[in-house]
């Protein structure tokens, strides 16, 4: 087994521990109906976090690695597709998630009472909206990486 099949099963890997559950952050919380639920529901939130930076730290350095040691790959749309699609997202955590995060995790600490408050449920509609849009970008990312169309 060469060192290029090595990188590209640890990729694989990457994906799946990666991309896998960041497909599913939105569940942990989405069927909450009371505070202590929801703050379970966003602990659970960020454990799965963890997983999707790792996993997708891995994708990209061994990504970039199998570029490097097959520089070709770099003058395939697919590829190039892939990679700029995945800085896109890649960018949503600091610019677009966390700062609609935030508001989120201050209500969980603030709010004392069990009732989920209706300003949540506003500011969860914002967040979720573009993490559907970054569980998209992965997708296509997945489709480019599976059928190299171009």
Do not use: C
């Not at 640890?10 to 989405?30: Q, R, W």
């Not at 909450?32 to 730290?57: P, Q």
């Not at 600490?109 to 500011?123: A, K």
């Not at 509609?125 to 970054?134: C, D, G, T, V």
């Amino acid at each position: 087994m060469e060192f290029y099949d090595i990188l590209v099963f640890i990729h694989i890997i990457s994906a799946i521990v990666g991309m896998g559950p960041g497909f599913l952050m939105i569940m942990p919380v989405k069927t909450a109906t009371t505070m202590t639920e929801l703050r379970y529901g966003f602990r659970i939130r960020a454990k799965l976090h963890w997983l999707v930076m790792i996993g997708g730290t891995l994708l990209l350095l061994t990504g970039l690695a199998m570029g490097v040691l097959r520089p070709f790959l770099f003058s395939q749309g697919w590829y190039v597709t892939s990679l700029l699609l995945f800085l896109l997202a890649l960018a949503f955590g600091p610019l677009v998630l966390s700062p609609r995060s935030k508001p989120i995790k201050n209500l969980l600490q603030m709010h004392h009472e069990d009732t989920i408050p209706d300003e949540y449920f506003n500011l969860s509609k914002k967040l979720f909206f573009y993490e559907r849009i970054e569980s998209l970008l992965f997708f296509l990312i997945i489709i480019l990486m599976i059928t190299k169309q171009f």
